[in-house]
């Protein structure tokens, strides 16, 4: 096996049933596994709920540390329009000029780092600080800031061997409140600011409201990002084939990024709770508990993606869902797809090859199942053009 392959835990009982189950602290989850049944789930808001108990349709499950409601992705229709139309003009952001020139600048920077140093520990090293100084530009604040992120490590909400970590998760919630503060104090042009001087339906955001967006921005697009730049690093180390046809074609890049990101659906799963006795894959599903609708198995879905397990860079017909489906679908994804994209042109165009050095795996443990879902770490070579 290669050492940049994710293998598709799910095939054989997706086939078989189309549902998969597993406990999580007590609390079931029954995953929804094929792409057709998890869309209409993901779509049917009334029987499948986001709005729960904050911290409860994750998994694993956060409702043991955490107490604010993440917005608008813990929240349901009729609500959640009105915060997505107030939050979505903002993180449309990355499609202007500017954004994207100061990202290309930033994403060249590092990559010129990299192939300076000997060996690079790519998780933290390259991926970490990547993630954290693009963020500063999705929440408009000083680039300087991401040193105190990068300080926090790979691991703020799940450490290694603890899946969840109450105290590491108050870094970040005491971080957050002390910006809101002196946001408050001292208002800008930054994200903290705007949703403070914002209006939902005629009403202002209460602190904790502003607090749930900001750990969702936080949260959300921390794992997942960092997971997809390191995987990416693992794939053109074993395909520097790859790196030379981004360069010759590099018109293919937007359907590559489409690509990869359906690989290695960086987030596996996302659950909802179920609020009447309902029934999918003609198996019973009882109130009040969850179901999960299991991106990383539907982007596998032999039913709908041709050669499922192959990245084949310019995938034609590619509707994947590893940034959601329905109404909830990921509002970082235009931040996302923007550093996945430049960062795949900087590669191609700067750097001839990678050398894997040593690795250690990041595996899921998910019931019956074990998905790989990238590295702890990743120490390579990378070699100029
Ligand atoms: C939540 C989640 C959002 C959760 C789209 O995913 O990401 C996870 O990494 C966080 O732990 O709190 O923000």
Redesign the pocket.
């Known amino acids: 096996m290669e050492k940049s392959e994710l293998p598709d835990p799910f095939k054989e009982v997706r086939e078989l049933k189309g549902y998969g189950e597993m406990d999580d602290q007590n609390d079931p989850v029954t995953m929804i596994l094929g792409l057709k049944n998890l869309r209409k789930c993901a779509h049917n808001w009334k029987t499948f709920q986001s709005g729960a108990e904050p911290?409860r349709i994750?998994i694993p499950s956060?409702v043991n540390i955490?107490d604010t409601r993440?917005i608008p992705?813990e929240v349901d229709p009729p609500e959640h329009k009105d915060f997505r139309a107030l939050v979505d003009p903002w993180f449309k952001r990355p499609l202007e000029e500017a954004y994207k020139a100061t990202l290309t600048q930033q994403i060249n920077d590092i990559v010129d780092e990299v192939l300076a140093q000997d060996t690079v520990e790519v998780v933290s090293e390259f991926a970490l600080r990547l993630q954290s100084r693009a963020l500063t530009l999705l929440l408009n604040i000083p680039y300087e800031e991401s040193e105190t992120w990068i300080s926090w490590g790979t691991h703020v909400?799940?450490s290694e061997g603890e899946a969840l970590d109450g105290d590491k998760?108050n870094i970040l919630y005491d971080y957050i409140d002390e910006k809101i503060t002196e946001a408050i104090e001292k208002p800008g042009d930054d994200l903290y600011s705007m949703l403070l001087a914002a209006q939902v339906n005629g009403k202002k955001l209460t602190r904790e409201e502003v607090k749930g967006v900001m750990?969702?921005t936080?949260?959300?697009?921390?794992?997942?990002v960092i997971n997809t730049i390191t995987n990416s690093v693992a794939y053109f180390a074993e395909h520097p084939e790859s790196l030379d046809r981004l360069l010759a074609e590099p018109e293919i890049t937007t359907k590559a990024v489409e690509e990869l990101i359906r690989y290695f659906s960086p987030?596996t799963q996302?659950g909802r709770v179920v609020t009447e006795d309902t029934e999918v894959c003609e198996h019973a599903i009882k109130e009040d508990t969850r179901i999960s609708l299991c991106w990383a198995s539907a982007n596998r879905d032999e039913k709908v993606f041709e050669n499922p397990n192959d990245i084949v860079l310019d995938r034609k017909v590619n509707p994947h869902v590893a940034f959601?489906f329905s109404h909830h679908n990921?509002?970082?994804a235009t931040h996302a797809r923007q550093i996945t994209n430049i960062l795949l042109t900087t590669l191609a165009k700067k750097v001839k090859s990678i050398d894997i050095i040593d690795y250690n795996e990041n595996i899921e443990e998910l019931g019956e199942f074990k998905r790989k879902v990238g590295f702890n770490n990743l120490t390579v070579k990378f070699h100029k053009r």
């Open positions: 911290g994750v956060e955490r993440q992705f909400f799940r998760a750990i969702l936080f949260a959300g697009g921390r794992d997942t987030l996302m959601g990921c509002l970082g």
